[in-house]
C-alpha cells in the first residue's frame, strides 16, 4: 500500500527560526473585513499598542512602527541616525551583523566590521580596542546583534553598553532583537540600548509584515541634527500614537494591527518574566537532548558555552549531507520542518549540507518541543545517522524540572 505522508495528516510544526507558529488566537483576530481606517476602533488600539510594545522592549523611550519586514527595521532605523558617509561599528555575530553592515554600507555609510568567530561572542575586549582607537570618535553607532538567528549566538548587550562607557564613546548603540523579542531577555533601558529594531514574525507570532524602532532621547537628538531623512522612514511622526493618520505615511497596516494587539494581549498575561523563562526551560530542553545525541554520534551544537546560546534558536552541526537528509526525512514523514543552515557554509560550498537550525520561538510550549526532538531522534534512527542514546529522556527531565 503507498504510504501517505505523514504531513497530509495530523497538525504539523514549522520549526524555522522565523515565521514563527502563529496562535489561532491571532489567525482568528486578523480574519475580518477591512475596518475603517479613519475612525473608531483601529485608531483607538494604537495607543494601547504602543504601551504594550514598549512593555515587551522594557523601555520608556519610543517606538515606530513600519509596515515592513526585519529588513526594514534595519534601514529604518540607520536612516534616522547615520548620514551618507559616516561610519559604523559591527561586531561580528554571523549572516545577520553581516546583513546589517551590508544596508549601511547600501545606505552610503562606512561599516567597519570586526570579523565573528561565529562560535562563540567576540571578546569584549576587541570592541572596547576598536573604540579607544577611534580617538576623533568617527564611529557615530555600535550596531550590535543581540541573537544572531544564522550561529544561534546571544550577545551580552550590557557589556557593549559598558564599553563604550568606559572609553567615555559617544556613539549610539543600536540593537538588533529581531530574533530575540519576547524570547530571550532583554532589557532596552536598563541595558543601555539607544535604538533597538525588531519585527512581528518571531517573538511577536504574527506573520510577517510589520518593523518596529525602538529609540531614546540621545537618539532622537541626534535624528534632530540629521541634514535629511527620507520621508517614509522617519520615524518622528510615527512616534506619535495620537497622530493615526499622519502616523504611517499612508494606510495602516489594518490586519496586523489586530493580530498584534492579540499577540501582545497574550505576552502581557503570560507576563514577560514568565515568557523569557519559558524559552529558558524549552532551550535548556533542546540542549540536554543535542548533548546526548552528541555523545558518541555526530551532532554537534554551534554554541560550545551554554551562556552565549540563544533560548530562541539553535544552530547545528552535522557531517554533510546529514543535515539536509534529516530535514526532508522529518519534514516528508512527520510534517516536521526544521529550519535550514544559513550563512555558515564554507568558503566555496554553498550548497552545503551539514548545518541546521531549530526554531523555538514565540508560540511554542512543552508538547511541542518533545515532539520535534522525538521527530528528530525518529529521524536519526531511521536515517542511521550515528547518534547518542536516551535524548527524549534527557529533554522530557529538564521540562519536568521546570
Ligand atoms: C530574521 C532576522 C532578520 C531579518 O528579518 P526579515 O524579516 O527576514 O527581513 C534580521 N536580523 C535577525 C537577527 C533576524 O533573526
Redesign the pocket.
Known sequence: MPQIPASASGRGYLAI???SVIPEAVLQAMHRPSPNIYAGQLPEMLPGIVTDLKNVARTKGNVALYI???????EAALSNVIAPGELVLVPG?G??SE??ADMAEGLGAQAQTISAPNRSPLPPEKIAEALRADTEHRIRAVLA??????TSLRCDIAQIRAALDDCNHPALLMV?????LACDKFEMDAWGADVM?A?C??GLMVP?GM?FVFFNERAAAVRAKMPRVSRYWDWTPRADPDGFWQYWNGTAPTHHLYGLRVALDMLMQEGMEAVWHRHTVLARAIWAACDAWGQGGLLEMNVPDPAHRSH??TSLRLESPQATALRDWTEQNLGLTLGIGLGMAPPGDPAWHGFFRLGHMGHVNGQMIMGMLGGMDAGFKALGIPHGAGAPEAASTVIAAG
Not at 515592513?68 to 534595519?74: L, Q, R
Not at 546583534?145 to 544564522?150: E, R
Request: glycine share 14%.
Open positions: 527560526p522565523g515565521p515592513g519586514n526585519g529588513h526594514a527595521a534595519w555575530t549572516h545577520f546583513g546589517w546583534v543581540h541573537v544572531d538567528t544564522s538588533d532583537c529581531i530574533a530575540s529594531v519585527g514574525q518571531k510577517p518593523a530562541a534558536v
